[in-house]
């Protein structure tokens, strides 16, 4: 398979903010790799035996529940212990493993920040394909400037897949995914946005790029908690005007 290229990512604090609960929590991070760009249609094809229309290109269409299993089966490739297991439609993290996965929200926002602290971490027309390119389907990766973390494209060309769950308590099994498309205005296109989907859900305009890192612990790492998620799906608390809960 051709190679993922990751950089190393130091650790950090990132503030995340939970606008349905109306809570900012600082989050401190270890060490983590980050793929340098989104997984390409090239890497996806190889894996999965398939052509790749456009290797260079974002690989798109891609669900969540996919991402997921091509981390797996980049693992095993590589002979690294898989970060997850699968019970039917449950998803399970070893957050021990060192295998391939998803990056936590936390990490992606502290990654694409790069210690910047604004909405962007250069002028947008520099570092982002959006709306404002006219183009129709993602272009190549690599082909703006990159963070001061060496990462291409984390904001603008796609929107990339985290692990975390969005608002369980409205949404359920959705899950995150930032960074904004090649189709957004620039207020989309912010380090701090949040969007999501359900697992299986696919977009034209929705990849992922692949995380490295074990941490010590079970069921809690780099600012997710299994436990924080079942806390956030309790509908409970302030609602915000216009507000349902899940049914």
Excluded at 46 to 74: K, T
Excluded at 82 to 95: L, S
Excluded at 120 to 136: N, Q, R
């Amino acid at each position: 398979m051709t190679d993922i290229e990751l950089a190393r990512i130091p650790g950090g604090t990132v503030t995340l903010h939970d606008a349905r609960r109306k809570v900012r929590r600082d989050v401190e991070l270890e060490p983590f790799e980050l793929g340098v760009y989104a997984v390409t249609q090239e890497q996806l094809a190889e894996l999965l035996g398939e052509a790749a229309r456009r290797p260079r290109r974002p690989a798109v269409d891609v669900s969540w529940q996919r991402a997921i299993r091509f981390c797996n089966a980049a693992s095993e490739w590589e002979g690294l212990d898989p970060a997850y297991a699968f019970d039917g439609e449950d998803v399970t993290w070893h957050v021990d493993a060192d295998g391939y996965r998803l990056p936590t929200e936390a990490e992606w926002e502290h990654a694409c920040r790069a210690g910047s602290t604004g909405p962007h971490y250069g002028p947008l027309a520099e570092v982002a394909w959006t709306s404002t390119d006219g183009l129709t389907e993602p272009a190549e990766v690599g082909g703006r400037l990159p963070n001061l973390n060496g990462l291409f494209d984390t904001l603008g060309n796609v929107w990339e897949w985290c692990w975390d769950l969005l608002d369980p308590a409205r949404y359920a099994d959705y899950r995150v995914f930032r960074g904004g498309g090649f189709a957004d205005d620039a207020w989309s296109v912010r380090a701090s946005t949040r969007r999501g989907g359900p697992p299986r859900s696919h977009h034209d305009d929705v990849g992922f790029r692949v995380a490295r890192g074990g941490f010590d612990g079970e069921g809690a790492a780099q600012g997710w908690s299994a436990r924080v998620d079942a806390e956030r799906a309790d509908p409970d608390g302030p609602l915000p005007l216009g507000w349902t809960p899940l049914r």
